[in-house]
């Protein structure tokens, strides 16, 4: 295994998190259907997961595994507590680490496999350090799958060439890159902000390298208060990309798959995402030239160079009958052959295997090496925190970046909203 994917293994050791409680329960159905929930991951690894379900029944007659894909943001939201209460619960569902899994392990819906991790069908396929952010109370309760950076700012290489612009890296050429953009008529960068994540997660990472990464973590623990000078200034550069146009005046009333459409299309000329617009891309605008540079340096307190990231896998649960077969399952998918089909479709899991693949995307490969080789590791928000906590949060900031409120205003109704 290369350094580097020892070093993405054990970046998510670094992403913290808290607690957020939910409570329910609901036996996984008691037949010889393996059951596996998640956000819709894209056509591309959608094609995987079907194949891999049927090879899995192929080699064990009389099983099926009936896949579930639900839309991202319901999913993450009402979709997956509603799954878990039903009478068909999952036995595998899609989990980001931290807070998020250890609600599940807390309400007993994350099975310990450590067992099947040490001596049974999951022994050997990933580096043992890449369990350390999944395990919950001395139990390993993930199987992780993906290491995401989940915002840079893509940019269309054609519109920049014609336009004669280069990518920013700071923030003064951000706003000279905005003004030169809307002057040609072009949407600087696209956004689909209306479920509050896609400018949210973008803008958490910039205020954060405003105020720094320790005032952020302790505010969003609810260690500290919002409500303060260094905040105010932060939200301030929000406005500031308000008052230069920069970001579509439909970002607040659109949602993230229209926003990335703008930038597909070419009507916008940077879109800040995750790494998951590669494959996306690949799908839906095989022709568009893109490329990325990470979030360009703010004047701050913060690490000028973090990412923001997170680490997501998949989780058994607790209450199905079927957790031997779904660790086998599991195991399938992480083969090699598996491994690289999903290499194929531009996802690149943190299965050893991976590291010997000569056929990831190049932009892919220097996503991975931009998160692996961060010294700072920025929490999403909504996964790395109290959901609650997060939502007012994007919400604050959407108020901003849509001329709703003042920086002053914002800050102190986010204050007043998480006590």
Known sequence: MTTRWKKLAAVAAALAATSLVLTACAPAGDDKVIRVAMGSPGEAQIRVWDAAAAEFAEANPGWTVEMNYQDDDQYQTIGLPNLLNGRNAPDIY??????????????????????????????????????????????????????????????????????????????????????????????????????????????????????????????????????????????????????????????????????AQL????????????????????????????????????????DQQSVIGVITGYVVNAKSTKIEKAVEFLALVNDEENVNAFIEAEAIPLALSAANSDAIDERTLRLNALLADSGTVINPPDTGYD?????????????????????????????GAVG
């Open 94 to 259: 899609f989990e980001w680490v931290g807070s998020r899994l250890e609600t599940r392990t807390a309400d007993g819906f994350a099975a310990d496999i450590t067992e099947y991790v040490e001596d049974g069908p999951l022994a050997g396929l990933l580096e043992e350090s890449a369990y350390a952010p999944a395990t919950v109370d001395g139990g390993i309760r993930l199987v992780p799958h993906i290491a995401d950076v989940t915002n840079v700012l893509w940019y269309n290489e054609d519109i920049f060439a014609e336009q004669g612009l280069t990518p920013p890296t700071t923030w003064e050429e951000l706003l000279d890159t905005c003004d030169a953009l809307d002057s040609a008529g072009i949407i600087p960068i696209a956004s689909g902000n209306k479920d509050l994540w896609a400018a949210g997660n973008w803008l958490g990472h910039l205020v954060s390298r405003v105020v720094g990464e320790d005032v952020y973590d302790s505010a969003l623990k609810g260690e500290t208060s919002f409500d303060t000078p260094e905040w105010v200034e932060a939200f301030g550069y929000v406005q500031e990309l308000a008052d230069h146009k920069c970001v579509n005046e439909s970002a607040n009333a659109i949602d993230d798959n229209e926003g």
């Open 263 to 302: 930038f597909f299309q070419g009507q916008a000329a940077m879109h800040a995402i995750g790494s998951w617009l590669v494959s996306w891309a690949i799908d839906e605008a095989p022709d568009l030239n893109f490329d990325f540079v990470n979030l360009p340096e703010m004047p701050g307190a913060g």
């Open 387 to 415: 959901l609650g906590t997060a939502e007012a949060f994007y919400a604050a900031l959407a108020a901003v970046l849509g001329g709703q409120a003042t920086p002053e205003d914002a800050v102190a109704t986010l204050a």
